[in-house]
T-cell receptor, first 113, second 113 residues
Framework: ETGVTQSPTHLIKTRGQQVTLRCSSQ?????VSWYQQALGQGPQFIFQ???????GRGNFPPRFSGLQFPNYSSELNVNALELDDSALYLC????????????FGPGTRLTVL | QKEVEQDPGPLSVPEGAIVSLNCTYS??????FMWYRQYSRKGPELLMY????GNKEDGRFTAQVDKSSKYISLFIRDSQPSDSATYLC?????????????FGKGTLLTVNP
């Protein structure tokens, strides 16, 4: 059984570009949440997907969007990148057990220049 | 006022010391209270979670929740250099596959040999 994996590990983009980050859930986990963690801050909830439907969203603009696929893997897309989007993006998966049952991936470090 | 407040430290203690980490919160709807440990360049890992007011012990770690004061604590006994990390408190509403997790800012702890 593999844990939560994310790709790429890190990447650099310029302002205005678009980026797609990917997450593979832990085996069998059908719920995926995405978080943004700025330097020196705690993770902030972006949104959550359950069985391919978004079922919760934090205080992030529409240019942050996502997808969950039938195999429960997930993507986070960010359009029109801004400097403040530079952060560690974390994916976490769980199986119907609430927040206390979710496991985090190692994150993708995004730098926007 | 932020929903979850956590002193970011940094906190530096000698090996063997008792460490006390604290968070306050304002949202009475929070149901689960969690502590995560995050090593540099890694995703958070769950240390402990509690549901009700009171104490919960796991080895050298004790989590304490006081719902009347909206205050939670994590105590680490006999601290070790390997405990050096950022400690994040987190609280959730919802459950099953529909929940939202709110984190504190994190406290950077260094345990010196």
């Amino acid at each position: 059984e593999t844990g939560v994996t994310q790709s790429p590990t890190h990447l650099i983009k310029t302002r205005g570009q678009q980026v797609t980050l990917r997450c593979s859930s832990q085996s069998g986990h059908n719920t995926v949440s995405w978080y943004q963690q700025a330097l020196g801050q705690g993770p902030q909830f972006i949104f959550q997907y359950y069985r391919e439907e978004e079922n919760g969203r934090g205080n992030f603009p529409p240019r942050f969007s996502g997808l969950q696929f039938p195999n429960y893997s997930s993507e986070l897309n960010v359009n029109a990148l801004e400097l403040d989007d530079s952060a560690l993006y974390l994916c976490a998966s769980s199986l119907a057990g609430g927040a206390q049952s979710q496991f985090f991936g190692p994150g993708t470090r995004l730098t926007v220049l | 006022q932020k929903e979850v407040e956590q002193d970011p430290g940094p906190l530096s203690v000698p090996e063997g010391a008792i460490v006390s980490l604290n968070c306050t919160y304002s949202n009475s709807a929070f149901q689960y209270f969690m502590w995560y440990r995050q090593y540099s360049r890694k995703g958070p890992e769950l240390l402990m979670y509690t549901y009700s007011s009171g104490n919960k012990e796991d080895g050298r770690f004790t989590a304490q929740v006081d719902k009347s004061s909206k205050y939670i604590s994590l105590f680490i006994r006999d601290s070790q250099p390997s405990d050096s990390a950022t400690y994040l408190c987190a609280m959730s509403v919802g459950g099953g596959s529909n929940y939202k997790l709110t984190f504190g800012k994190g406290t950077l702890l260094t345990v010196n040999p």
